[in-house]
Nanobody, 133 residues
Framework: QVQLVESGGDSVEVGGSLRLSCAAS?????????IGWFRQAPGKEREGVAS???????????FYADPVKGRFTISQDNSKNTVYLQMDGLYAEDAATYYC??????????????????????WGQGTQVTVSS
């Protein structure tokens, strides 16, 4: 079992920046393990934002959904127990509840889970991001 706790959600203006954090109870040294950020706006399906892969090969590989490429950056601290999502140049449509998800996946699975979020095994409770114009 992996516990995930998100933090960092806030209200910002269009064009602003936020950094979200996901503290994981057990990630360090995990092999074939993926952690990612997802979001869900009211009335919409949960969608993938970015993910990062932990494994013997291709360790640290990152993947992004097209709407956030070039604006968002996912990273992981050295202990591999906290994953960050740096969000710059926020749009109004980025407003949503942001969730951290994790699970045992290959690097290809870590990319694919951005399209099929149900592939994640563990979820946090979410953190709210509001973007106002």
């Amino acid at each position: 079992q992996v516990q995930l706790v998100e933090s960092g959600g806030d209200s910002v203006e269009v064009g602003g920046s936020l950094r979200l954090s996901c503290a994981a109870s057990r990630v360090a040294s995990a092999n074939n393990f993926c952690i990612g950020w997802f979001r869900q706006a009211p009335g919409k399906e949960r969608e993938g934002v970015a993910s990062i892969y932990n494994g013997r090969y291709n360790d640290g590989a990152t993947f992004y959904a097209d709407p956030v490429k070039g604006r968002f950056t996912i990273s992981q601290d050295n202990s591999k127990n906290t994953v960050y999502l740096q969000m710059d140049g926020l749009y109004a449509e980025d407003a949503a509840t942001y969730y951290c998800g994790a699970g045992p996946l290959s690097d290809l699975g870590c990319r694919g889970v951005l399209i099929y979020p149900d592939g994640m095994s563990y979820w946090g409770q979410g953190t709210q991001v509001t973007v106002s114009s």
